[in-house]
T-cell receptor, first 122, second 115 residues
């Protein structure tokens, strides 16, 4: 089955530093990757959608200059939290969706989720 | 706009008894609907999905869900709960009419299974 990995699984950093989180699709090519954040005991909230080779599309209220997303290849997307603050502490989860098949987007495309990265900013 | 409502934040059942996790959706388009499960400190795992084929969808681990358009519901069921089913369950709708197929998550239902 489709496997998505994230690295690191957890990270602790000081306030004001930047943290990079990697999301990789291990056995398929992901033309689209999504980044979510999940606060304790809450649901997942979509932060941004990233398509390979183009700029990410951010959801309303998400600062694009603070959460930098790069999707440079079909198997790797990175999220960089710049100048992190304690309120950025959260569980960050990525998902990946496979690309077009024969030029026709399948309506049954499924997003495969990574295991998440727990960020704690001191 | 698409949305999902999970009617119960917590459900507790005894091992071996049926499980019912309720979900209602709102969608302007023909929706794709999913149930995901999240075990503690783990990623989300797809249980099952509905994409306008059969209305009764069978998933992994004995779970199934029935799409009822008249009731705008997509409740998740399992005949007999197992201790390993204890987890958080999310009902999710996807906008199949949009270009990005964004997923909209419900607030989750925490399932506890008592021995």
């Amino acid at each position: 089955g489709a496997v998505v990995s994230q690295h690191p699984s957890w990270v602790i950093c000081k306030s004001g530093t930047s943290v990079k989180i990697e999301c990789r699709s291990l056995d398929f090519q992901a033309t689209t990757m999504f980044w979510y954040r999940q606060f304790p005991k809450q649901s997942l909230m979509l932060m941004a959608t990233s398509n390979e080779g183009s700029k990410a599309t951010y959801e309303q209220g998400v600062e694009k200059d603070k959460f930098l997303i790069n999707h440079a290849s079909l198997t790797l997307s990175t999220l960089t939290v710049t100048s992190a603050h304690p309120e950025d502490s959260s569980f960050y989860i990525c998902s990946a969706r496979s690309g077009l098949a024969g030029g026709i987007r399948s309506l049954t495309d499924t997003q495969y989720f990574g295991p998440g990265t727990r960020l704690t900013v001191l | 706009a698409q949305s999902v409502t999970q009617l119960d934040s917590h459900v507790s059942v005894s091992e071996g008894t049926p499980v019912l996790l309720r979900c209602n959706y709102s969608s302007s388009y023909s929706p794709s609907l999913f149930w995901y499960v999240q075990h503690p400190n783990k990623g989300l795992q797809l249980l099952l999905k509905y994409t306008s084929a059969a209305t009764l969808v069978k998933g992994i681990n004995g779970f199934e869900a029935e799409f009822k358009k008249s009731e705008t519901s997509f409740h998740l069921t399992k005949p007999s709960a197992h201790m390993s089913d204890a987890a958080e369950y999310f009902c999710v709708v996807s906008d199949t009419g949009g270009a990005t197929n964004k997923l909209i998550f419900g607030t989750g239902t925490l399932l506890a299974v008592q021995p």
